[in-house]
């Protein structure tokens, strides 16, 4: 007989030399604990038998499964045992006929319901604890940012000590849609210095951010609908420089590529091989395509090649005044390219340009920057980047602003940035910040 015969036919042995043998439906709740927690033991020494000698098949099986490496020799429990013969009997399909199985099932029935018992509390509990959680087609993920910095100059002299904390939940019912809610918390009630690109100011209240739903229309087009929703979540935007503040993150057009909104309805056609096309109308709280509201339009057209991209948007924000009636809309255009290298120390370099015009003004303004990305420094990466600090009239001298920052991971879940900023005002007042943010993402 084969040693894997041999080893499934060895519990049975065991049972007959410890004399207990008992079906598993007479067992009881007691009889079982107080089964479990006995010694009950058996070896080859302890065997006696007229019936069974060395040499004998039924003899070496037990001395094979006492003496194997699981045991080591050592005096073997029936709850051992049984616990082996299911791990055989789950991986030896076709090696067993079925008489086989109900004999060794019978032959040791207390000790495979004390395991059934113990797998089934244990599924039980999984279970439970997967009632009151997320369902299986919710994903979270989650992040809290620390900043603390320093300014010199401008309206504040002062160290300062900031947090914002947020999750978003994103939810799909078809696999190909996406219910999406942010919600956030900080203890800022503004932007720090108005500069940095720091999360959402809630003054430590915990708020829902964004609602918003996203759904497919054919192959081409997705729609996406919500609250607190800006339309250029709708846009492609080819920057490819990540900012450290606020200006210089949006690459030169904060306004067309970054149209805003509150409810928002808007959607992107993808026709493939890169082009991209998106669109969307919002309104504030109060309405949407209104008289009463102040409603904003935004149109975007991207291209994505291998090494490079180029986006171009355009935006219209309605504004009436509270006293007059008198329409002054806003319109605003924007274009912004980037080039990435493949083995340069230099990984890609972002260029972008936007305008502005006012209804009642005779003047228009304009905005711009240059960012350069340098990935792989020692274990981070670097970001340089200058421009204008918005929008400026073309008679006038224009407010600039210049950053520096290293990023590099501390370990999956943290990252660290250290960097600096300049800001030259027409005012005079040149502001001067060093910040360290601290990253933890789940």
């Not at 509390?121 to 993920?141: C, I, K, P």
């Not at 291998?306 to 002054?328: F, L, P, Q, R």
């Not at 083995?343 to 209804?359: K, Q, R, W």
């Not at 879940?413 to 990253?439: R, W």
Request: aromatic letters at 10%; charged letters at 20%.
């Amino acid at each position: 007989m084969k040693l894997f015969q041999k080893l499934i036919a060895a519990p049975a042995i065991i049972s007959l030399a410890s004399g207990f043998a008992v079906n598993a439906t007479e067992i009881n709740s007691t009889d079982l604990s107080d089964y479990s927690n006995s010694n009950n033991l058996v070896s080859l020494g302890d065997f006696k038998s007229d019936t069974l000698f060395p040499g004998d098949w039924a003899y070496d099986s037990l001395r094979d499964l006492t003496n194997s490496s699981k045991f080591n020799g050592n005096s073997v429990s029936r709850l051992e045992a049984a616990s082996e013969l299911s791990n055989l009997i789950a991986g030896g399909e076709g090696l067993m006929n079925g008489a086989a199985i109900d004999r060794l099932s019978d032959e040791l029935g207390a000790e495979l319901a004390i395991m059934k018992g113990r797998v089934d509390g244990l599924e039980s509990r999984v279970n439970t604890m997967e009632a009151g959680s997320f369902s299986e087609t919710t994903t979270m993920d989650g992040g809290v940012e620390v900043l603390l910095g320093a300014t010199d100059g401008g309206a504040t002299e002062s160290l300062q000590f900031q947090y914002v904390w947020d999750i978003d939940l994103d939810t799909s019912f078809t696999g190909e849609d996406k219910l999406e809610v942010g919600i956030a918390a900080g203890n800022a009630s503004i932007e720090t210095g108005g500069v940095l690109d720091f999360g959402e100011p809630t003054s430590d209240e915990l708020k829902v951010i964004d609602l918003n739903y996203t759904f497919p229309v054919g192959d081409k087009l997705t729609v996406k609908v919500g609250d607190s929703l800006k339309i250029s979540k709708n846009f492609d935007n080819a920057c490819a420089y990540d900012g450290l503040t606020d200006e210089l993150g949006h690459c030169g057009d904060h306004k067309a590529h970054q149209v805003g909104g509150d409810v928002s309805f808007g959607g992107q056609y993808d026709f493939g091989n890169g082009f991209t096309f998106g669109a969307g109308i919002a309104g504030a709280s109060d309405g949407l395509l209104t008289k009463e509201d102040s409603s904003a339009y935004g149109l975007n057209a991207a291209y994505s090649g291998d090494n490079y991209g180029i986006s171009v948007a355009y935006a219209m924000v309605e504004a009436e005044t509270a006293t007059s009636g008198t329409k002054n809309d806003s319109t605003y255009w924007g274009v912004i390219g980037s080039y990435s290298f493949d083995d340069a120390p230099l990984s890609s370099v972002s260029i972008g340009y936007g305008t502005g015009d006012t209804e009642g003004s005779s003047t228009n303004s304009s905005s711009w920057f240059a960012g350069l990305m340098f990935d792989e420094v020692g274990p981070g990466k670097v970001g340089l980047a200058v421009g204008t600090d918005g929008l400026h009239a073309s008679n006038a001298t224009e407010d600039m602003l210049y950053e520096a920052y290293y990023s590099y991971d501390i370990n999956d879940g943290m990252s660290q940035t250290l960097g600096v900023y300049y800001q030259e005002n027409n005012s005079g007042t040149d502001e001067t910040g060093v910040v360290a943010v601290t990253s933890f993402s789940f």
